[in-house]
């Protein structure tokens, strides 16, 4: 059974930093796709960054890109999100998502196209 266990989450406040982690089980990475995504109340779950376990393609969403660096370590089968120069609009629940193989249909930031799911870390930033 694949399970995806993220931490790090809490609150901080505008320009500070948090580093959040999800930890992977049944399932080894490395020829998969892992990605952060991220849903606000009142809106729609959003890509944050997606990275290929079994190469250097990463991408970040326009609103991330430059403040957040996703990141991994394969001997631990692990997944990070660094966050820097957060904002209150960062705000939400940030969940990990993995693909079960190396390649998708569609854009990186589509919900659909990952197959597991974690429960998901508040992160809260303060103005």
């Known amino acids: 059974q694949v399970q995806l266990v993220e931490s790090g989450g809490g609150s901080v406040q505008a320009g500070g930093s948090l580093r959040l982690s999800c930890s992977v089980s049944?399932?080894?990475?490395?020829?998969?796709?892992m990605a952060w995504f991220r849903q606000a109340p009142g809106k729609e779950r959003e890509g944050v960054s997606c990275?290929?376990?079994?190469?250097?393609?990463?991408y970040y969403s326009d609103s991330v890109k430059s403040r957040f660096t996703i990141s991994q370590d394969l001997a631990k089968n692990m997944v990070y999100l660094q966050m820097d120069s957060l904002k209150p609009e960062d705000t939400a629940i940030y969940y990990c998502?993995?693909?079960?193989?190396?390649?998708?249909?569609?854009?990186?930031?589509?919900?659909?196209?990952?197959?597991?799911w974690g429960q998901g870390t508040q992160v809260t930033v303060s103005s």
């Open positions: 998502a993995a693909s079960s193989g190396p390649s998708f249909t569609g854009h990186w930031s589509s919900p659909g196209i990952y197959d597991y």
């Open positions: 990275l290929y376990t079994g190469g250097r393609s990463v």
């Open positions: 049944g399932y080894t990475i490395g020829r998969n796709f």
